[in-house]
């Protein structure tokens, strides 16, 4: 099936691992030319010589950029001549597992600001570029958590929660300008994000990171539906979908990655 993203241009942020990784290469997969930018150099430029290994025939390029600087991401984005496709994936907050009461106001204002302002600023400045396009998205990765908030890390969630109300506005304003706008709630896949949990349970309980694997993951299988966990690729399959000709009239939506965990939407 021709997906119709053959030669187009897509923006990654967050793009040196876990899902902002796996939508690159994913997209490279249909064709399309890649454009990477995180904060760590490194691992920015393996991720960049891996997908130019396995398709030669794409162009790569990253930059480093602080997401939640508006004037960083400006200066980014007025250095792009073409744009057809802004995977916002940047984010985070959930490095450790935090309570809601003691969190200093650093906390809740700088996760805001990576998390929903970023994608803000990456959308405002990727505008005018995305109005040149035939086929223009915005594609904005969110979680389970803004719907169905857990015990931890609350600063996170409220920050996706005010990415899901972001979405669906910014969706509105662009919709007329044939952009549309999507947000997918991914929730519990196996991942960089998802080892990291697994360590810090195995150092919180003292024991050793095979046996914090099983336990994380009976927890969390038991809440599926589908008795089993999804992976960054399966949120970068759905990122090429949305991103496609096929879904042309889908704008300012949520979309559950959670293999049924999710209760209700509202």
Same mark, same amino acid.
């Given at each position: ?6 030669g187009r241009t897509a923006l990654i942020t967050g793009s040196s691992q876990g899902i902002g990784k796996a939508c690159a290469i994913a997209l490279a997969r249909e064709?399309c030319n890649i454009i990477l930018c995180a904060r760590n150099a490194s691992k920015l430029r393996t991720v ?31 250095? =792009? ?168 009239? =889908? ?16």
């Amino acid at each position: 099936m021709d997906l119709g993203l053959k030669g187009r241009t897509a923006l990654i942020t967050g793009s040196s691992q876990g899902i902002g990784k796996a939508c690159a290469i994913a997209l490279a997969r249909e064709g399309c030319n890649i454009i990477l930018c995180a904060r760590n150099a490194s691992k920015l430029r393996t991720v960049c010589v891996e997908i130019e290994e396995m398709y030669p025939d794409i162009n790569v390029n990253w930059a480093t950029v602080d997401a939640t600087s508006r004037e960083s991401v400006k200066s980014f984005l007025s250095q =792009i001549h073409s744009l057809d496709i802004l995977v916002n994936n940047v984010g985070g907050g959930t490095e450790k597992p935090l309570k809601l009461w003691g969190l200093t106001e650093e906390q809740w204002i700088d996760t805001y600001k990576l998390n929903a302002l970023s994608m803000v600023w990456f959308t405002e400045f990727a505008v005018p570029l995305l109005e040149k396009s035939l086929q223009p998205r915005v594609i904005n990765i969110g979680s389970k958590t803004s719907h169905e908030p857990g015990w931890n890390n609350p600063h996170y969630g409220a920050a996706k929660s005010a990415m899901d109300y972001l979405n669906k506005r910014i969706s509105n304003e662009l919709a007329p300008k044939g952009i549309c706008v999507n947000v997918i709630g991914p929730h519990a896949l196996i991942c960089d994000t998802w080892e990291r949990d697994v360590r810090d349970r195995a150092q919180t309980l003292g024991i050793a990171i095979q046996k914090a694997r099983a336990i994380v993951t009976k927890e969390v299988v038991s809440k599926i539906p589908m008795g089993r966990q999804g992976t960054d690729e399966d949120a970068a399959n759905l990122v090429v979908f949305l991103a496609s000709a096929q879904a042309n009239f =889908i704008t300012g939506t949520y979309i559950p990655l959670d293999g049924g965990a999710t209760r209700s939407i509202l």
